[in-house]
Structure formats: structure tokens, C-alpha cells
């Protein structure tokens, strides 16, 4: 007589839904609304009672300075709490689920109203110098976060530990277990597809979502102090997690998707209009080198996010077209006195790096891995050595040595001189703002060029290589070939951007193209803005660079220890979002396949 043991599946009893403070779900989401609201008013009250401290903040009826990043984490808290009572109109807030992404919005308007209060405290010696207003926010934000956190959430079976375990060993698991369940937490779902609209509709979306990017990317450029540049970066980064979790970030990439040459060219309106948001030439200076980085990482994203052969040496790249234009547009210190037109000088500036990407590559290419990095790491640092020593002495007078090449004239095309201020529509528009306008043409073309490569078969062999170089070879493709053209044209996107920069900077140095240094560009930042960004993408390393510049020129008050808080935010980053800021729909499935597995597993005993 055999015994037949059958396994019975049950389904999760309701005791696993609850959240990570003990507060009933009706009381929990009621302390989150009235949170968000109370957060909201206290925006509008008096904070301190001096305006010694930045911002002023002793206004009645009008917020000042970080009291506006707390009225928009306010307001984000609010919104989303009402959209989970499916009050009428503002369902579509939160397609994937709301209860993520008040979480998020609640932490963002406390991280922000507490941080705000302990600058006020340290600047102004004590929280005795917050007048009632500031108080009610800080209690209305804690109101908020508490009810956010007691939200019920399905908490996930752990494992228990091992009997045999150290107490060390014990408390690690232990701590596992409870960041298992934190994660859960902040889970969301998935949101359902999206209904098609009319495609005027969908543009005009998408028209306001560029509006709303300009604006903000405008404010975080043109803050006044330090303190309020940290306030807006706790308030974006997690305002634009609470969005993503509440998928609207979802359903405007899926229309970006549907309108791709739409969105290209709106994106590029909306950088267009930078200039004419500013008063001076002061932050245009900071976002034509943007653009020159941003551009810059999106020609390595062709070697490292379509092929992913590790590039270290990437700079050098950008060094020699800056150089190879340099001595061509009409610099005393050139060697050759020679002034050619700008649109000679960017092409031999292009050509140059791609001639010098061939050289490169053509001997190196066939390593793989650590190897081929080592070796373009050291191609970084013989360039820098090379131009340094061509002064005369130690090598031929070609590169003018430590001094560089110096007092670059400024361009003049078809009669526009770039070096002067012109008045458009009303608007003066300086040096900088001029070459703004330049660098994103060349972005333009960058944009273009990766996007026709990578759409091509030649992209698709890159791919292939990226995902197994045996297997693609043993298909038919060659290898080598593929690797060259990718690296040869990678160095041509950087020269052509090194062109540019030579103009906009005057003089070019080899100290300005290293492996690693506080300031960017250089190659370490440059591969940080690719990973960060979204490898194999467009938005990606546009959006990594723009980051990747902006902060470490916002955080120089930080001094010797910026770069600690650099590495410190990439590490968590790449714990917590590997993929990067805007992934690759692959890259993405591959980090998070464990995830998807579990996901996969949840629904089957569901159905059983």
C-alpha cells in the first residue's frame, strides 16, 4: 500500500497585509492626507523670525527659499492620498497604486522641512530661532510619514535563521529579513495599459512634461546657496521616485515611445529655450559644459553601453580633437599659424580622434575584458604625457607643452560672432549662451548618429558582441571589425565635441583630460555618467552627464570632501537601481530577474 502526499497551497492570510508601523489602514491613510494638507498650509506660514537665514522665511502668505521644495512634497503627499481614495479626477495619478508613492512624497517633505529646520538651528544657533510655523511643519510632516508608513503592504515570507548560527551571523539575517520587508514596503504594482489617446492629446502631454523638466532642471541650476541646492536635491530625487512608483513616469515614457521623433525634437526645444530663462551669461557657462560632457558620454556609450568593451582612457579622445582644432583656428600658440573655418577645424578635430581611435584600437581591440581596460587606461595617460612633453624642450614644439594652447580666438560664422552678446526677440544673449546654442547642434548630430547606428545592423552586431562575443563570431559576425568601427566612431563623436570646448574655454591644457579629478570632464566621470544614466540608451547618458556636472559644481563648498559624497551616492545608486536612472528594457529585466522570478512565483500559487 503506497501513501500519496499531496502539497496544499494556501493563499496568504490577511495577517500578512499590514504595515511597518502598527496603525490601522483607515487611520494611516487619514493621517497621511491631513499630513499632506497640514504640510501644504504650514508652506505659507512664517518659519524664522529673522531673514539672517536664506530665503527669507518670515513671510506670511507667499513661501520662500525651501519652503517651496516642502510645499511640492506637500502637495505630492496630498495629491496621491486622495487619487487612493479614487476621489474623481485623480485616479490617473496613480496608475501603478498609491500607496509607494506616498510614501516617497511624505519622506521628501519631511527629509526636506527637517533638514530645513536643522540649517536654520546651525546658521542661526537653535531651533529657539523657528517661529510656529516652522514648528507645524515639522509636526505635519511627521504626521504625514507616520501615517505613509503604517500603509498595509503584503510582507513577503522570510526565512528563518539558522539555529547554528553565531549571534552575529543571527543579527545579519535578521537584518536581512527586515530589509526585505522594508523593500516590500515601497513595492509597487503594475500598471495596467495605458488607453490611447488622440495623438494631439499625447503630444501635448508630453509638451508639458518637457515644461516641467526645463523648469525644474532651471530652478536646480540657478539656486542662490547651498542649502537650498541640498533641499531641491532631497526633493527631486525622491518627488521623482514617488512619481515613478506612482507609474506616471510609465505612462509618459510609453508616449515618448509612440512619438519618438516628437519627443527628440521637444526635448531639444526645451534646452533651446534655456538661454531665454536666464538673467546672465553665469549659468549658461554651466550648461554649455553640460552639454559638451553630456555629449561626450553618449559617444562612450557606443563603445561601453552598445558593445561593452571598458574604456578608460575616453578623455583622450575628447583631448585630441580639442588640440587638433586648436592648432587650426588661428591661436598665437599654434605651431602652424594656420585659420581655417570653424567647419574645417571641427572636422579635422573629428577626423583626428577617429585616426587616433583606428590607431588604438587596430592592436588592442582583439583583448577582452580587464585586459583591453588596462590598456586604455594607460592610452589616457600617454596622451596626457605626450602633449606635455611636446614643448620644445623635452620633445618637438607642438603642443606648447604645460601651457597648452592658449587665446583661441572665438568663432565667427557667417558674420555671427560668438564672442559677443546679440539681442534676440528681445532677450541678450551673451558668449556662453552662444555657444550653448552651438554645442546643442553637435548634440544634435551625436543624437542622431548613435541613434541611426544603434537602430542598424551594425548596432545589432554590436549588441550581439555585448551579449556573447563567442556566439556572435561563431554566427558570422567579425569581431574585430565590428569592435574598430564602434571605437573609431565613438572617438570621432568626442572629437567633435573636443572642438567645440576648445573654442569655449580659450586655452586647452593637458591637465584638463585625466583619468580622475574633482571636476569633470574626465574619464572616470565620463564612465560614471554612462552606468549612472542608463547604459545602451539616449536619454541615459545625457541625463548621467547633466547630473554628473551639475552636482559637483553645486557641492564645491563641500571641498575635500565632495568626492567622498560622490562615491557614497554612486554606491547606493548601483545597490539600489544597477540598471541605472534610465535603463535599457533588457538591462533592466537582467538586474531584476530574481525579482520577476519571485513575482512569477506569487501568481502561480495564487492561481493554485
Keep these: 500500500m503506497t501513501t500519496e502526499t499531496i502539497d496544499v497551497v494556501t493563499a496568504p492570510s490577511d495577517g500578512g497585509h499590514r504595515g511597518l508601523i502598527g496603525i490601522n489602514e483607515k487611520t494611516a491613510r487619514l493621517l497621511a492626507t491631513a499630513g499632506g494638507a497640514l504640510t501644504t498650509v504650514s508652506a505659507f506660514l512664517a518659519w524664522t523670525w529673522t531673514d539672517a537665514f536664506p530665503g527669507d522665511l518670515t513671510v506670511y502668505g507667499y513661501p520662500g527659499g525651501l519652503q517651496w521644495l516642502v510645499l511640492v512634497g506637500g502637495l505630492l503627499t496630498l495629491l496621491f492620498s486622495l487619487s487612493s481614495y479614487g476621489v474623481k479626477g485623480l485616479r490617473w495619478l496613480t496608475p501603478a497604486g498609491a500607496d509607494a508613492a506616498i510614501k516617497l512624497a511624505a519622506l521628501a517633505a519631511f527629509a526636506t522641512a527637517w533638514y530645513t529646520a536643522f540649517a536654520i538651528s546651525n546658521t542661526l544657533g537653535g531651533l529657539v530661532n523657528l517661529e510656529p510655523g516652522g ?9 504625514a510619514l507616520v501615517g505613509a508608513l503604517a500603509l498595509p503592504f503584503e510582507h513577503p515570507e522570510t526565512d528563518a535563521a539558522d539555529p547554528d548560527d553565531s549571534g552575529f551571523d543571527k543579527f545579519k539575517h535578521d537584518l536581512g529579513n527586515r530589509w526585505t520587508v522594508v523593500k516590500a514596503g515601497f513595492a509597487t504594482g503594475t500598471a495596467p495599459a495605458m488607453k490611447r489617446l488622440p495623438a494631439y492629446a499625447e503630444i ?29 536635491l532631497i526633493t527631486a530625487c525622491l518627488g521623482f521616485a514617488a512619481i515613478n512608483k506612482a507609474g506616471l513616469i510609465g505612462r509618459v515614457s510609453a508616449i515618448a515611445a509612440t512619438h519618438r521623433n516628437v519627443a527628440m525634437v521637444g526635448g531639444f526645444a526645451a534646452a533651446a529655450a534655456f538661454p531665454f530663462t536666464q538673467t546672465d551669461d553665469q549659468y549658461a557657462t554651466i550648461g554649455v559644459n553640460i552639454l559638451i560632457f553630456a555629449t ?17 582612457g575616453y578623455v583622450a579622445f575628447l583631448g585630441v580633437g580639442a ?20 567647419w574645417q577645424a571641427i572636422l579635422i578635430g573629428a577626423a583626428a580622434s577617429m585616426i587616433f581611435g583606428v590607431l588604438i584600437g587596430a592592436p588592442t581591440l ?8 588596462i590598456v586604455t587606461l594607460g592610452f589616457g595617460e600617454i596622451f596626457r604625457i605626450a602633449v606635455n612633453n611636446t614643448d620644445g624642450t623635452s620633445g618637438p614644439d607642438i603642443t606648447n607643452g604645460s601651457n597648452g594652447i592658449s587665446s583661441i580666438p572665438n568663432l565667427d560664422i557667417l558674420g555671427f560672432d560668438f564672442g559677443a552678446e546679440h539681442t534676440i526677440a528681445g532677450f541678450t544673449i551673451g558668449r556662453f549662451a552662444n555657444y550653448f546654442f552651438l ?18 545592423r551594425i548596432g545589432r552586431s554590436w549588441v550581439a558582441i555585448r551579449e556573447d562575443e563567442t556566439a556572435a563570431e561563431a554566427m558570422g559576425i ?19 565635441a573636443g572642438a567645440v570646448q576648445a573654442h569655449v574655454t580659450y586655452t586647452v591644457t593637458p591637465e584638463q583630460y585625466t583619468f580622475a579629478n574633482a571636476v569633470p570632464p574626465n574619464s572616470a566621470f565620463l564612465l560614471a555618467a554612462v552606468v549612472l544614466g542608463g547604459m545602451g540608451t539616449i536619454s541615459g547618458p545625457l541625463v548621467g ?61 495564487a492561481g493554485a
Design 296 to 312: 561626450v558620454a553618449l559617444g562612450l556609450n557606443i563603445v561601453v553601453g552598445l558593445v561593452g568593451l571598458l574604456d578608460l
Design 366 to 373: 582583439r583583448l577582452r575584458g580587464d585586459y583591453l581596460a
Design 135 to 143: 514648528f507645524i511643519a515639522l509636526g505635519a510632516t511627521l504626521i
Design 204 to 232: 501635448l502631454i508630453l509638451t508639458g512634461v518637457l515644461a516641467l523638466g526645463l523648469a525644474v532642471f532651471t530652478y536646480g541650476i540657478g539656486t542662490e546657496y547651498d542649502e537650498l541646492f541640498i533641499g531641491f
Design 545 to 605: 552627464g547633466a547630473l554628473l556636472f551639475l552636482i559637483p559644481n553645486k557641492l564645491q563648498f563641500m571641498g575635500e570632501y565632495q568626492l567622498f559624497a560622490f562615491g557614497l551616492a554612486l554606491i547606493l545608486l548601483m545597490r539600489f537601481r544597477p540598471e541605472g536612472l534610465i535603463p535599457n528594457r533588457r538591462r533592466q529585466l537582467e538586474f531584476h530577474e530574481n525579482e520577476l522570478d519571485e513575482k512569477s512565483a506569487d501568481l502561480s500559487k
Design 439 to 456: 554645442m546643442l547642434i553637435v548634440t544634435l548630430v551625436v543624437v542622431l548618429v548613435f541613434r541611426r547606428s544603434a537602430e542598424s
Design 478 to 496: 567579425n569581431g574585430f571589425r565590428v569592435k574598430l568601427i564602434a571605437f573609431a566612431l565613438g572617438a570621432a563623436l568626442a572629437g567633435l
Design 323 to 342: 588640440y587638433a582644432a586648436a592648432m587650426v583656428s588661428g591661436s598665437p600658440s599654434s605651431p602652424f599659424g594656420v585659420h581655417l573655418p570653424f
